[in-house]
């Protein structure tokens, strides 16, 4: 997917977006399996802006993958990385953001989304997510003998801090491209309203969009 491959609309929708991002970072929240970094990826070719995924910037910088990292060295270990990476790179926007699932547990980390990002959450359901998930085993959380039980549990635990992105993207099974379609028009309403600046207003929950 590529600017020139998306219908006039969204290509509209794409620059109004890219203009009234400024500085700011689109950051994609949510589980493991939720599209994060492939509708990440087809965002930021659409918008024609940088793509990063963090758990990659962390395997980079620890020179190790994050199975690895866990296996060796543990998942707080994990988390500090995160932490740090996740900062650095929202330094450098513009650009495309995905998060690992579990960067939100960190209040330092969602303070970093809220002053440099807009954020959105990829919201899907378990049984999506475990659709999703099964397509690869090098997600260290989810080794073991029930992932259903394990994602909806951290579902749980996390859901309040994915419920404080900008904007809510319900997630279903849909290619990523139509996904991005989707996306953008939410994203260039909220940064036309409540998000177009730096200095704007917070956005009232109640006016946030929501689709799918
Ligand atoms: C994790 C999600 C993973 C990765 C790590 C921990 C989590 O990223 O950061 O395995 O705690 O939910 P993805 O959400 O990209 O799979």
Not at 45 to 55: G, N
Not at 82 to 88: G, Q, T
Not at 110 to 126: F, H
Request: charged share 25%; proline share 6%.
């Amino acid at each position: 997917m590529t600017a020139e491959s998306i219908s006039p609309a969204a290509k509209g929708n794409a620059q109004a977006v890219r203009g009234a991002l400024g500085g700011r970072s689109l950051v994609l929240v949510g589980m493991m399996g939720s599209g994060k970094s492939s509708i990440g990826r087809r965002l930021a070719a659409v918008l024609e802006l940088p793509f990063s995924d963090a758990d990659l910037a962390i395997e980079q910088a620890a020179g190790m993958p994050v199975e690895d990292i866990f296996a060796i060295h543990g998942e707080p270990y994990f988390r500090d990385g995160e932490e740090r990476v996740i900062k650095r790179l929202l330094q450098t926007g513009p650009q495309v953001i995905a998060t690992g699932g579990g960067a939100v547990l960190s209040a330092k980390t969602r303070a970093e989304i809220a002053k440099n990002g807009v954020s959105i959450w990829l919201k899907a359901p378990v049984d999506l997510l475990l659709q999703r998930v099964s397509r690869r085993d090098n997600r260290p959380l989810l080794k073991t003998a029930d992932p259903r039980g394990v994602l909806t549990r951290l579902l749980s635990e996390r859901e309040a801090f994915y419920a404080e992105a900008d904007l809510v993207y319900e997630s279903r099974d849909c290619p990523h491209e139509t996904a991005v379609e989707e996306i953008l028009p939410l994203l260039s309403s909220y940064l036309g309203n409540a998000g177009a600046g730096k200095d704007a207003p917070a956005p009232n929950l109640d006016e946030r969009k929501h689709a799918g």
